[in-house]
């Protein structure tokens, strides 16, 4: 029953709405008096309210904060919300109310009655107002005055007592905070004359200078033993050295690297001198050499002199490499010391950091307390005592006269309307939910997977008193002759199409047109050349003698009886290629006269006879004819009839004929509504006239 068709495509989500929305307005259409009882009844109820409400007067009154609030200390100017909050459950308070009834009782004993109130703030302001409703518009508004002076009386003293405990308080923590204060400026005060501070911050503002000198000389020396130790005798003889005229600490170290620098120059200026006069020499021994002979005493005596420059070249190499030497090791001792001397006054800044330290810690503290005192005082001198007589509330106007209350009937039949609607809807939905009749083919894809072969417009307004005409050669029903042409493809086209001789026509119950749908077909398939034999097999209910106009005194039955032979039976119709088997006389032994050998001997002879044999049979649900003999017939096909078979039934009958072996065709779906979605091409019949 929830299988699904896998001849049809999907179907797009508007489709399904669109035949979902036509279900229900069909639905509405036929079961429109339950939504009009149910709005009706919500009238009814709501109209009784109306008459059955007494008549009321209002009475209101205004109350606001006073402006003074602003600016008093939070615990009697209190934060909004909690005001507002606190102030509405105050007037609804049961306390006030009796206070209030007991206040009109004083003042006037004669008057009685009830009152409603219903304090509210108006939004974004600071006005209250307290409304009233009673039957007695004198009391009314006796009775609000005397809420809103009774709340004024209780807030008055609430505030004074405030005000009271709030001086008190405020002077409590005054006295906590300047004993806390006092211990502070003690121990400041000591950890002062305890510590030098002046002495601490000038000792560490030098070590700090001081440090950052020793930095900077060290990282100078580390990179003058790296030139030292990286560059060769020949790289040191050709860059002079100056001493660096600097502040030091050490004047002994600074002396020491003056008389080096001056002495290093020395070297580098006698290497410079001696370098010279080598390269004249040279030259004029080349020169010399071209003249004079090897063994000549004056290109001798200058040789010697070449060899004497040289060695004086050598010798300044090597005083160069000593010095450098010494210079390296006493660098490295001077950077000893300055790390040593850095170690020294580290120590010394961070003495000096700790005591700045607890300095500021202390300090910090006598900060804040002093910072307390000030607010705290402030604040005592903001808390006046006699505000407190006046209140943070005043009355802005008073019990306004009573006026009528609305009784809302236009929102009382509103609501009854609304209510009624939503009620008979929901009503309407469920009969829809447990309503499983097949409206459309949208609705029986979704439940059947046979195919349907043929849909059949529902043609009711043709309809005269002896029936549904069946179709001419030129019927006027131009969708309607249409459809059953699509049917005679559908059933043309089918595979093993050839082997389809013998076609039974059934329904699941009585009423769903299978007759006329069995008619109509066999005249659409006689229209199309073909021999048809139509023949009603439903020996209880049978009317195709009616439908084609022929005398229905003998048919099938009296052929089952044996009381005459088939071929005399068969009637011509007005239709050249149809003929027709009538039913014969009402029979209650249908079941077992369709069971007799004779059916099928008569069967295989009218196969013979004709090209297409097709029985009208009984309904299956209503009785066991039709699966009976339904076997021995080539196809079944079965006629569901549109919001009017219920998808239980017809798969109930199904399960009949497949239990018995039977091949189901398909599905002919009758008395579809043209006017849903899936029905487009049924709404251009002038496109079908000739």
Avoid at 325 to 336: N, W
Avoid at 437 to 445: A, D, N, T, W, Y
């Amino acid at each position: 029953m929830d299988s699904i068709n896998p001849q049809a495509p999907p179907r797009a989500l508007g489709a399904i709405f669109g035949a979902k929305f036509y279900r229900y307005r069909g639905l509405l259409r036929r079961q429109w008096w339950i939504l009009a009882i149910a709005v009706g009844i919500g009238l009814t109820y709501e109209g009784w309210t109306i008459f059955k409400k007494s008549d009321l007067f209002e009475s209101s009154s205004e109350i606001m904060v006073r402006s003074e609030v602003t600016g008093v200390d939070p615990k009697v100017r209190e934060t909004v919300d909690s005001l507002y909050g606190d102030t509405l459950k105050i007037l609804q308070s049961p306390g006030m109310i009796e206070a209030a009834k007991r206040n009109v009782e004083l003042k006037a004993p004669s008057l009685s009655g009830t009152v409603q109130i219903t304090p509210s703030v108006a939004p974004r302001t600071s006005i209250f107002t307290v409304s009233g409703q009673g039957t007695n518009p004198e009391y009314t508004q006796r009775f609000v005055d005397a809420l809103v002076d009774e709340f004024m009386s209780f807030r008055k003293s609430q505030v004074k007592v405030d005000l009271i405990n709030t001086s008190g308080e405020i002077g409590g923590q005054l006295e906590v905070v300047r004993k806390s204060l006092a211990l502070q400026q003690a121990a400041l005060k000591d950890f002062v004359q305890a510590n030098d501070m002046q002495f601490w911050q000038s000792r560490g503002s030098k070590a700090a200078e001081t440090l950052n000198e020793l930095r900077n000389r060290e990282t100078e020396k580390k990179t003058e033993l790296q030139n030292l130790q990286n560059l060769t005798p020949e790289e040191l003889l050709s860059t002079p050295r100056l001493a660096a005229v600097v502040s030091k600490p050490d004047a002994r170290s600074a002396a020491g690297e003056q008389k080096e620098a001056v002495f290093n120059n020395e070297l580098y200026s006698q290497y410079l001198q001696t370098t010279q006069a080598l390269f004249q020499k040279q030259a004029e021994l080349d020169e010399r050499s071209t003249v004079w002979k090897p063994k000549h005493p004056r290109l001798q005596a200058l040789q010697a002199e070449v060899s004497a420059i040289q060695r004086r070249i050598d010798l300044i190499k090597a005083q160069n490499i000593e010095a450098t030497k010494s210079r390296a090791a006493a660098v490295g001792a001077e950077l000893k010391s300055i790390g040593n001397m850095i170690a020294t006054w580290t120590k010394e800044t961070q003495e000096a950091s700790v005591k700045d330290g607890e300095y500021q810690q202390l300090q910090a503290a006598v900060t804040r307390s002093q910072a307390q005192e000030d607010k705290l005082l402030e604040k005592l001198t903001q808390v006046d005592p006699s505000f407190g007589g006046n209140g943070i509330f005043k009355i802005l106007r008073k019990a306004s006269s009573p006026a009528p209350v609305s009784k809302g009937i236009g929102k009382h039949l509103t609501l009854g309307l609304i209510a009624g609607l939503m009620v008979g809807c929901l009503v309407l939905f469920l009969l829809d939910r447990s309503d499983d009749r097949l409206s459309s083919s949208s609705e029986v894809i979704q439940h059947f997977s046979e195919p349907i072969l043929g849909q059949i417009p529902n043609v009711a307004d043709s309809r005269k008193e002896t029936g549904l005409p069946l179709l001419q050669l030129e019927d006027e029903r131009y969708s309607f002759s249409e459809s059953f042409r699509s049917l005679r493809s559908s059933l043309i086209f089918m595979p093993n199409q050839a082997e389809l001789k013998t076609l039974l026509v059934t329904s699941a119950i009585p009423n769903e047109g299978k007759s006329t749908v069995a008619s109509n077909m066999a005249i659409t398939m006689a229209a199309g050349g073909a021999r048809v034999l139509l023949v009603d097999a439903d020996l209880r209910r049978g009317d195709l003698a009616a439908l084609f106009d022929t005398d229905g005194r003998n048919g099938l039955s009296s052929i089952l009886r044996g009381e005459m032979p088939w071929k005399s039976s068969v009637q011509s119709t007005n239709y050249p290629t149809l003929s027709l088997i009538p039913r014969g006389p009402v029979t209650n032994q249908s079941g077992e006269l369709l069971l007799r050998p004779e059916m099928q001997k008569i069967l295989g002879e009218m196969k013979d006879a004709y090209d297409l044999v097709i029985f009208n049979t009984a309904p299956i649900l209503a009785t066991d004819d039709t699966p009976t003999f339904a076997p021995h017939f080539d196809g079944a096909l079965m006629v569901v009839r549109a919001a009017f078979t219920s998808a239980r039934l017809t798969q109930n009958s199904l399960n009949a004929l497949y239990q018995r072996q039977v091949n189901v065709l398909g599905l002919i779906l009758n008395c579809i509504d043209t006017e849903t979605p899936d029905y487009y091409y049924y709404r251009y019949p002038k496109y079908y006239a000739a």
